[in-house]
């Protein structure tokens, strides 16, 4: 059975909450009072209100567990649950209770109360059966588990929230203002873009470009020179293209043994060379002596002392000296050489850089991101300087091959060095104020005539000739002149103006070839009466 939930709120008397009862459509009313219960401590208004809903066939049920309220419940026969959720009961009285509360309750008269229909009837308590049954019929619990979730609980209105919704309603209402006080007093803006029929003047000068400041002298074509530098780490890979064999010698050891009398030993020297008969050479690595021999005490016959072993190694590279045991001759007579094998021999070929790999990687470092470094020279001293493009040079500085030269060289060599780069450049300003001193001689007999571009973007020095000491350049451009409008003309004209009124006034102006008016935002129409805020651009029409 579904449920009507009713706030009291702590002003609300019984005629309030009698009003919320009728007008509530569900047949089960439960009624939440606040914290304190106010007009719910009177029995005659508990009384009221079970004859009102007895009267529009409804049930009352009290949702509180304020012990206070329960004898006073008992008393309308109203019930109590102290959830929404948990079932209601009608609190039963102690029997000394009954009795007071019998000798001392109310009489009401329902003819003497003045609220609506309650006029005339009288209030009577229910008997048991009807406390049963008005139990069974507001049961809060919904004993069958397949109907549908109950209404949610109508909440009482939060005036904390109201207030504070309120407060930002104010703040946002106030930033509101502020934005269109913003867009249409302060932001408006306008730039009159006035086009204009303008000729060409042709400036071509020889200039002399000095190194120390004091020497300038612009009225002369006197112009400061400065020099700038950039270093940058660069490296370059390339193929090497020399070749080497390497390898091991091959190892082994003489005998040799004294054939020849004689009272002297025989010294054979580190690096004496032995040869085969197929004509391998081995040189001996240590000093190896031969003792002299004995004499014969009686024939011919000298004795020979014993043979004497010496370390060798083949005088070259390579697995041809591998050889088997073999006798060797030796530098000199009087001893025979005899070879053991000979091992360790080996050799293969390597590939290598040369000098004329390394002058070759050196030339292509010259030319690695010449684009990209001139740019970046360029850019760094540009805004103060006009960059002399044909004084762009570059040194390579402590140049470093990786592997060195006649090392072996698996896949690319490398090369890493400093590159510096070095230009010229003539001071910004001082060209700008030799160009207009030049311009306005030629035009100064002109009537109604005025500078618009000096060239300053098309500047051309050729011809240049960098030295130690004064250096010149060929300096030339186009400026262009045209009809002499000043900016405060323009500004009287536009002001306060819209673009149809702005583009008629000024086109009638002679010389004057276009005229646009180009608006900060798209609400604004009308120029600006604040001289602060319009712009003049002067533009040069063919």
Not at 66 to 86: C, F, G, H, R, Y
Not at 138 to 156: G, M, Q, R
Not at 229 to 246: D, N
Not at 400 to 409: D, N, Q, W, Y
């Amino acid at each position: 059975m579904q449920k009507d939930v009713v706030y009291i709120d702590v002003e609300d008397d019984i005629t309030d909450v009698v009003s919320k009862v009728k007008v509530s459509k569900e047949a089960i009313v439960a009624l939440i009072p606040p914290k304190r219960i106010g007009m719910l401590q009177s029995v005659v208004n508990l009384k009221l209100l079970a004859r009102t809903a007895k009267t529009m066939k409804k049930r009352v049920v009290i949702i509180s567990n304020n012990p206070a309220l329960e004898p006073l419940a008992a008393v309308a026969q109203i019930p109590i649950a102290k959830t929404l959720q948990s079932r209601p009961e009608i609190p039963a009285l102690a029997e000394e209770m009954k009795d007071d509360l019998r000798a001392d309750a109310e009489v009401i008269d329902g003819e003497k109360i003045s609220i609506g229909e309650f006029a005339g009837k009288k209030v009577v308590d229910e008997d048991e059966k009807a406390r049963d049954e008005v139990i069974d019929k507001v049961s809060l619990e919904d004993d069958e588990p397949n109907k549908e979730k109950k209404k949610k609980a109508k909440k009482i209105p939060d005036f904390g929230k109201f207030r504070k919704k309120l407060i930002i309603a104010g703040a946002a209402a106030v930033m509101l203002i502020g934005v269109l006080v913003w867009a249409f007093v302060f932001a408006p803006s306008a730039t009159v873009v006035v086009g204009t029929r303008t000729s060409n003047v042709d400036f071509e000068e020889v200039v002399t470009l000095v190194r120390n400041e004091s020497e300038v002298d612009v009225d002369e074509g006197v112009l400061l020179m400065r020099r700038f530098e950039l270093v940058k780490t660069e490296e370059v890979e390339f193929e090497a293209t020399g070749s080497r064999y390497v390898g091991e010698r091959a190892t082994g050891t003489l005998t040799l043994e004294r054939n020849m009398g004689g009272t002297a030993p025989i010294i054979v020297p580190v690096g004496a060379m032995f040869q085969t008969a197929a004509g391998q050479a081995f040189v001996t690595t240590s000093t190896a002596t031969i003792p002299a021999a004995i004499p014969p005490a009686v024939g011919n016959e000298w004795t020979m002392p014993d043979p004497v072993v010496v370390n060798v190694q083949a005088i070259d590279i390579g697995d041809e000296y591998n050889i088997a045991a073999t006798a060797f001759t030796p530098p000199v007579s009087g001893f025979t050489a005899r070879g053991s094998a000979m091992s360790g021999g080996t050799r293969r070929a390597i590939t290598v850089v040369t000098q004329e790999d390394f002058e070759r990687a050196r030339g292509m470092l010259m030319g690695v991101n010449e684009a990209t470094a001139r740019e970046e020279l360029f850019e760094s001293f540009r805004r103060s300087y006009l960059p002399i493009e044909t004084s762009l040079s570059r040194d390579v500085r402590d140049p470093v091959v990786s592997p060195e030269l006649g090392e072996e060289v698996e896949g690319r060599a490398t090369l890493t060095a400093e590159t510096v780069h070095v230009a010229y450049g003539v001071s910004r300003r001082q060209v700008e104020e030799l160009i207009t001193s030049r311009v306005e001689d030629e035009i100064e007999e002109m009537e109604g005539q005025r500078v618009y571009d000096l060239g300053m973007d098309r500047v051309f020095l050729t011809n240049c000739q960098i030295v130690s000491g004064r250096s010149s350049c060929r300096m030339r451009t186009v400026a262009e002149i045209g009809p002499d409008i000043s900016e405060e003309y323009v500004r009287d004209a536009a002001r306060g103006e819209r673009f149809g009124e702005v583009q008629r006034r000024l086109e009638a102006i002679e010389g004057v070839r276009e005229v646009d008016v180009e608006f900060s935002f798209f609400w604004v129409r009308v120029v600006p009466n604040n001289d602060a805020r319009i712009h003049v651009r002067f533009e040069a029409r063919e």
